[in-house]
């Protein structure tokens, strides 16, 4: 055979590669026949045409050698170009505000959920609060000091990992009630006092 490829040329380990020979001949005309022998980081570890993420890693380095044979004879073995796997981006599925409702006293908390991470990396997440659509803070809580009655809130995730970003995903908004005044306490002045005849009135002996 003239040369050995891997399809495609790169991915991750939700891809399955393909070793690809190419360039068969054979003076006695003998149907095209082939083994194979994929290596990951060197190390033998599958003699199929194909390899999934079962058998590597993101940054595992991927060979695939293939010997053409004839029934009769084996040919001269051709190893592919190396192709290294690349990191797959993590992903979530929502964001919510907690609470809900709230006032300039109220810390609101940025929660996502959904992690997903094909290379099986620990969550991680980058936060980014907007109050009335002006970037803010950039961590999971914001407090009454960075937003006033009556701003909107959002919240911004995007889950990281190492070595790449996930698409980012927005909460509902959430916007910030009115406080209702309030007072510590009720007294009556003068604590004493009596009653104060009405004009006109009469007594009686």
Known sequence: IASVSISPGTGNEDTTFVCVPSGWSDDDGDPAGYTYQWMVNSVAVATSPSLTGTSFNSGDVLTCTITPSDGQEMGSPVTSAPVTVT?????????????????????????????????????????????????????????????????????????????????????APVTVDNTPPAITSAAISPTSGNARRAAGSASVR
Request: glycine letters at 8%.
């Open 87 to 171: 990191n797959s981006a993590p992903s979530i599925t929502s964001v919510v505000i907690t609470p809900s409702s709230g006032y300039e006293s109220t810390p609101f908390l940025c929660t996502p959920s959904g992690w997903a991470d094909i290379d099986g990396d620990p969550p991680n997440y980058q936060y980014q609060w907007t109050v009335d659509g002006t970037p803010s803070v950039t961590i999971a809580t914001i407090e009454g000091s960075s937003f006033d009655k009556g701003d909107v809130l959002t919240c911004t995730v995007t889950p990281v990992d190492a070595s790449s970003a996930g698409t980012p995903v927005t909460s």
